[in-house]
């Protein structure tokens, strides 16, 4: 490790900085607003020690996105407000959707594809809104884009973390659809599907996250920007639920999968292209 | 920044604008004429879906003015975030502006003729439904550029956004479809592609083609005047900046 505390190097430019205090500050900003003590900012900071240099190759890369992801982890993990509340609202979600469909609706595998898709769909943005929400609350967004990372990596940091959380609600909601619905979504294509549809809803959803977290009115925003270019991927999930759900064969999900891949593929390839753009500047 | 240095300069746009406002007026009349009564009735069809055939010169013209307003977004931004030059991104949102106003005409001559032919005015056929996607989206760029208080974030932000949007619309378009051909046919007549097509004669492909024409001279008109609503907003911004100092 090697941390020199009285310089950092911001984004190409070599700071020095005068006092111990000051090196503290930019840490701290580093650590995403935590409240660190000095051993545990030298270690957030080896995490992206190769980032000093914004060379290193892949693996240095990766540690970058790593360092982000845990970040947002661990501070998931202190406050719990994201999942927790994701999660809430999942399965309330499935139990209004039950009490709406009851006696109304012939055989629950009618309807279950679309209902597992829609609480997704929904409580994703609960979650996605609190990536940058939260930072630009504290106001450490600035501090997390002062260190001297690719801002791509602090995209794809975001990108896992969220993942992880979205994850995490999904395996809440497949037993909870399994409960109330006696609908079993826990097949191996149906779970291959909502995975790669996850990733391509957070890749899409994180960016647009970052877009609104700017805006006057993010909160309400983002619902309305993200769902209709979401449309394929929506559209896409719920068909190749609704195969396997009417036992159809397997052979017919695949189209599905290659949408969703195809989407997922793209999401990202532009992201990975527009994401300075976003953070340019600022 | 020219229009800056001499802000009491007239206006060079204003006359070659006129003239332009003319001819698309001109030839919005001729689209109405040849529409209504140039063009020969759809012999195939009868009753009330015969006189409501006649809303597909519109509907079709409308539908090539809201292509181009979503044609026009996605150059505008690609156009933007190259060369950071702020009338791009003026052009991207007056495009966005007029396209959707085209778009809600075409949603909703397509319904008001889909009741007589489909018997519903609505149904999930890829086309709808990538029409309809497609107009929120727009809605929700208008909404989302609103939010803004810097001009530059804005014109970026509304840049990615829309570049994302027009990558998500033709994936809409094949999962619709494909979301159609697999599913069961529910109602009968639920194959809208046999419902009320009927073949083109000779008089009506001309009159397809000035509703086209117009309806494509009528958007350029209308998108000049926005845009160069845009560029006097933007002058009158410098110029109440230049007046604080």
């Not at chain 1, 791509?152 to 973390?161: P, T």
């Not at chain 1, 929506?234 to 969703?260: H, K, M, Q, Y």
């Not at chain 2, 052009?91 to 519903?120: D, Q, R």
Request: hydrophobic letters at 55%.
């Amino acid at each position: 490790m090697n941390y020199d505390p009285d310089t950092c190097i911001i984004w190409r430019v070599r700071i020095v900085i005068p006092t111990e205090e000051r090196a503290r500050g930019c840490c701290r900003a580093l650590a995403g607003g935590l409240v660190w003590g000095p051993h545990a900012m030298m270690t957030e900071l080896s995490g992206a020690e190769g980032v000093t240099h914004r060379e290193g190759g892949i693996g240095a890369y990766l540690r970058h996105v790593w360092a982000v992801a845990e970040k947002d982890v661990r501070a998931e993990m202190r406050s719990k407000e994201v999942v927790g509340t994701m999660a809430a609202y999942s399965v309330l979600s499935a139990v209004v959707f039950g009490l709406a469909f009851d006696l109304r609706v012939p055989r629950a595998e009618l309807v279950a594809p679309g209902i597992l898709w829609v609480i997704v769909l929904f409580a994703g943005v609960l979650g996605l809104h609190r990536s940058f929400g939260s930072e630009v609350d504290r106001g450490t967004l600035a501090g997390l884009l002062l260190a001297p990372v690719e801002r791509s990596a602090i995209y794809l940091g975001k990108v896992a973390a969220n993942l992880l959380y979205f994850l995490i609600v999904e395996a809440l909601v497949v037993p909870a659809l399994l409960i109330l619905f006696d609908v079993n979504l826990v097949k191996p294509i149906v779970l291959l599907g909502l995975l790669l549809g996850t990733i391509g809803y957070v890749g899409v959803g994180t960016l647009v996250a970052a877009l609104t977290s700017r805006n006057r009115a993010r909160e309400t925003l983002l619902p309305v920007l993200l769902l209709p270019v979401l449309a394929p991927l929506f559209i896409s999930g719920v068909g190749l639920t609704s195969v396997i759900v009417d036992g159809r064969a397997d052979a017919e999900a695949w189209p599905w999968l290659g949408i969703i891949g195809l989407y997922d593929a793209l999401v990202f390839a532009v992201a990975f292209l527009l994401v300075d753009v976003v953070w340019e500047n600022s | 920044m020219s229009t800056l240095a001499n802000p009491s300069r007239t206006d060079r746009w204003f006359k070659p604008l006129l003239v332009f406002d003319v001819i698309a007026g001109l030839a919005m009349v001729t689209v109405m004429w040849a529409g209504l009564l140039y063009a020969g009735d759809a012999v195939n069809l009868a009753g009330e879906e015969q006189a409501a055939q006649r809303i597909f010169y519109f509907h079709i013209g409308s539908n090539i003015a809201a292509l181009l307003g979503f044609l026009g977004s996605v150059v505008g931004s690609i156009g933007y975030l190259f060369s950071r030059r702020m009338v791009w991104d003026r052009w991207a949102a007056a495009s966005v502006e007029i396209g959707t106003i085209f778009g809600i005409l075409v949603l909703l001559s397509g319904s008001i003729w889909a009741k007589p032919a489909w018997n519903t005015y609505w149904t999930w056929d890829p086309r709808l439904t990538t029409a309809t996607i497609t107009v929120l989206i727009y809605i929700a760029y208008m909404l989302f550029r609103n939010g803004f208080d810097h001009a530059q974030t804005r014109a970026r932000f509304a840049s990615v956004y829309a570049i994302f949007a027009f990558l998500s619309v033709p994936l809409t378009y094949y999962s619709a479809r494909l979301f159609r051909s697999i599913h069961p046919i529910v109602f009968d007549g639920g194959n809208e592609e046999a419902q009320g097509s009927f073949a083109i004669g000779p008089t009506m492909g001309q009159t397809l083609t000035i509703a086209t024409i117009g309806f494509a001279l009528l958007f350029f008109a209308l998108l000049f005047h926005r845009v160069r609503q845009f560029d006097a907003e933007a002058r009158i911004e410098a110029l109440r900046e230049r007046f604080d100092e």
